[in-house]
Nanobody, 125 residues
């Protein structure tokens, strides 16, 4: 059962910017921490970004720190992700996720409860 839905995936030019959105139809995640993970073909899910329930705290993977931004709009039950200067090795399925309980390790996939179906992102050379 998919409760979150990602949009904005597709083809991105190398060096270009990725902009993704995640919405939970019929549900508000105002009390949930949110995150983005990505999974390349044949690889494990990798943490990209996380944001606290009130949007006051963010966490980013070292590999994207400095060129990534996560934001949220609780009124719209939406979380957004932007990554600049995309690299070819960042081609992956990108997943939105939510944690309804307090989490202490936002980079750990095991701490999240709900997941979107993923959106494919291909970075061209």
């Amino acid at each position: 059962q998919v409760q979150l839905g990602e949009s904005g995936g597709g083809l991105v030019q190398t060096g270009g910017s990725l902009r993704l959105s995640c919405t939970a139809p019929g549900r508000t995640f105002s009390s949930a921490a949110m995150g983005w993970f990505r999974q390349a073909s044949g690889k494990e899910r990798e943490f990209a970004a996380g944001i606290s329930r009130y949007g006051t705290t963010t966490h980013y993977a070292d590999s994207v720190k400095g060129r990534i931004t996560i934001s949220r709009d609780n009124a719209k039950s939406t979380v957004n992700l932007q990554i600049n200067s995309m690299k070819t090795e960042e081609t992956a399925d990108y997943y939105c996720t939510a944690a309804v309980s307090t989490i202490y390790h936002p980079n750990s996939a095991e701490e999240y409860n709900y997941w979107g179906q993923g959106t494919q992102v291909t970075v061209s050379s």
